[in-house]
């Protein structure tokens, strides 16, 4: 019989042991979620994140900045359950509050998932190896890499991404209603984002019941009924896409159609695929059919794309962009790489000679020859019986070699590029996040010390992994707090702008600024690039912004990458002349106001009536031959439209008058 001292010194013990075992588990999972953020830094109001908060302040705001063609026209925020958070956070948090705390709520709940993915995958070290390779493998995925996976921007997109992977764990821990319920999640913050999924989900279970394959051919037929029958949403898979509206979306959305992606996209495609092929072939059975599920979904996104939007021209084919599947294998093929490293480490030469080429392949990345090297590397793996007999230990040493070398070259690289990056940056805020962000210097050291945890046979130790937390945390809370080039004023309106502009209500047109006269004005934007981003949702907006974008450029206004993305020219300051104000302001749909930067107040040309207001200063990035150059942005004139409205009609009939033959 256990006396006290016995049950309280057992007690101990048992304590003990469970804080041990505490930190052996939660310290490697928050060093992992701090590097996990450290390389996503918060990059303020950028990209798709100015896209999703502007349709909040259109909400908000119906009469102003809701009628902006860009929230008159929207054919998709009406989809997503983000809309909401939007809408009742920025009265409450402001708008730049609310788009970071929406960012790192995804980024959050992403990583969250993932662990929950790679729980199911992988024990030990091995897991949180899988955690650092997704960490800091490249995201991108899709034509031109616009779009990332758990991007670090105030999107739906990670929410939904987030509910697919937790979905995903619940399949391979056998609860269906669980990944049922996470997969309804993810579709109401993100159908495009969701639907890879959902299919993945059909094919993972219906190889175990083939009952759920007629239910989903059934589903499908009734679908394409619906459509021909001219069901709402449905019927747009019936409608085709004309020639006009086609090069309009070709020129702005370049990645809509797969026919206008360059070779460097299918080479990451290739190279993902390979590695996922290999990994499935040498994953347990659960995990085999999860692979091979994501592989089926990925094909079957990119066909459906190119036979609905790129051949057919349907409607709801491009809007689909059931190519983003492929967001799936950019996110499983770290996942792939981590689970087939042990096995081909511990299987000889030739299974280390296949996990070179495959690891080079991921060093070297928009090289072409990346591809070549992946493909190879498991084709040589999956015919080693043919070769068995070769010695290969000299090849072996060989292909070290030149993986250390691509190693060490692309390294440097990116520290160079990260150097010349800082020491080119016109401030200092924010500098740290610009530079992770911009060079990715952390990639191939983390590589190499995730496949280190895999092929090793020791644990990562619980106080190395607390150091690394205490270190990594303060510097990635940092890059979150102070962003670069942050909007500083966001959520404040400029008085004395406003007053400038009080006198005639109206749109503005804000030259080559995304969120100006929404945030400090509260008005809709007669024109701007940002407009043109969902042209593939609304042909009447996508006619309405062309239009007007080839005025402004006709004018010398804005440049051709206003209309056409991969070019990199800039217009600082627009040229204004009494002519081409005459001209736009002369228009029946003219805007009250002409808002422009200049580089002074004394550099605009003599003869043009215009107010002056000096704003926040912002900076104009512009590359040439390589080498950074910004521009500091912070004087504005400010046109009264009606002044030359007034005189560019009176002109207009004196040259008629004067024109006009005798009689």
């Known amino acids: 019989m256990l006396t006290s001292t016995d049950h309280n010194f057992r007690d101990d013990i048992d304590g003990a042991r469970s804080s041990r075992i505490a930190f052996g588990i939660i310290a490697p999972f928050a060093a992992c979620a701090a590097i996990f953020l450290l390389l996503r830094p918060y990059y303020g109001l950028e990209h798709d994140a100015v896209i999703y908060m502007g349709r909040g302040l259109a909400d908000l705001d119906p009469q102003g900045v809701g009628r902006d063609i860009m929230f008159r026209f929207d054919g998709q925020s009406k989809f997503s359950v983000f809309s ?119 094919l993972y279970e219906g190889v175990r019941d083939r009952r759920i394959f007629l239910a989903a051919l059934i589903a499908g037929t009734a679908a394409l009924v619906a459509a021909f029958a001219g069901a709402p949403l449905l019927e747009r898979l019936t409608a085709r896409i004309d020639p006009q509206w086609a090069a ?42 999860l692979f091979f599920c994501v592989i089926a979904a990925a094909c079957l996104g990119l066909s459906a794309s190119y036979a609905l939007g790129d051949l057919m021209m349907r409607e709801l084919g491009a809007q689909a962009q059931s190519w983003r599947a492929l967001w799936l294998a950019a996110a499983f093929a770290p996942l792939a790489l981590g689970l087939c490293a042990p096995t081909l480490w511990r299987d000889g030469a030739q299974g280390r000679i296949a996990l070179t080429l495959l690891v080079t392949s991921w060093i070297l990345r928009a090289a072409p020859e990346s591809a070549f090297l992946a493909l190879v590397g498991v084709l040589a793996w999956w015919s080693r019986e043919r070769w068995s007999h070769i010695s290969l230990a000299l090849l072996e040493r060989a292909l070290f070699a030149l993986c250390g070398l691509c190693a060490a070259v692309i390294f440097g690289a990116a520290l160079w590029f990260a150097w010349e990056y800082a020491r080119a940056a016109p401030s200092r805020d924010g500098l740290l996040s610009s530079v992770l962000r911009a060079g990715e210097p952390a990639y191939v050291p983390l590589l190499f010390v995730s496949l280190f945890l895999l092929v090793g046979t020791r644990r990562p130790r619980p106080l190395l992994a607390i150091s690394t937390a205490a270190v990594v945390a303060p510097i990635a809370a940092f890059c979150w707090i102070f962003e670069p080039f942050p909007l500083r004023s966001a959520d404040i309106r400029q008085p004395e702008l406003e007053a400038i502009v009080a006198s005639r209500a109206g749109e503005v047109l804000w030259l080559n600024d995304k969120l100006a006269p929404w945030v400090w004005l509260g008005r809709a934007n007669w024109a701007s690039a940002v407009q043109g981003s969902g042209v593939v949702f609304s042909r009447e907006k996508a006619l309405i912004w062309w239009e007007r974008m080839g005025v402004l450029r006709d004018l010398g206004w804005v440049a051709d990458s206003a209309l056409q993305r991969r070019t990199n020219d800039v217009i600082d300051f627009p040229p204004f002349t009494r002519a081409s104000l005459e001209r736009l302001c002369g228009r029946a749909d003219a805007p009250a106001w002409v808002v422009g930067a200049v580089e002074s107040p004394q550099a605009l040309a003599e003869g043009l009536e215009a107010r002056f207001w000096r704003g926040p200063t912002r900076f104009s990035l512009h590359l040439s031959e390589g080498a950074a150059h910004w521009t500091p942005i912070a004087h504005y004139a400010i046109f009264d439209c009606a002044v030359y409205r007034a005189r560019g009609i009176g002109g207009i009939r004196a040259r008629l008058w004067r024109s006009a033959p005798e009689r």
């Open 84 to 202: 909401w958070l939007v809408d009742f956070s920025i009265p409450v948090l402001g708008l730049a509050i609310t788009a970071k705390t929406l960012a790192l709520a995804g980024c959050a709940l992403w990583f969250a998932a993932l662990a929950a993915l790679a729980s199911r995958l992988a024990r030990g070290s091995a897991l949180f190896a899988l955690l650092l390779l997704v960490a800091c493998f490249d995201s991108s995925y899709g034509g031109f890499g616009v779009f990332h996976f758990a991007e670090p921007l105030a999107t739906p997109r990670p929410f939904a991404e987030a509910f697919v992977l937790a979905a995903f764990a619940a399949l391979l821990a056998d609860r269906r209603r669980a990944a049922a319920g996470c997969l309804l999640a993810a579709a109401a913050f993100h159908p495009i984002i969701a639907a890879p999924g959902v299919l993945v989900a059909l």
């Open 248 to 289: 309009i979306i070709s020129a702005r959305s370049d990645y809509i159609f797969l026919s206008d992606w360059p070779p460097g996209t299918w080479i990451a495609t290739l190279r993902q695929a390979s590695t996922l092929l290999l990994a499935a072939s040498l994953a347990p059975p659960h995990a085999r059919r």
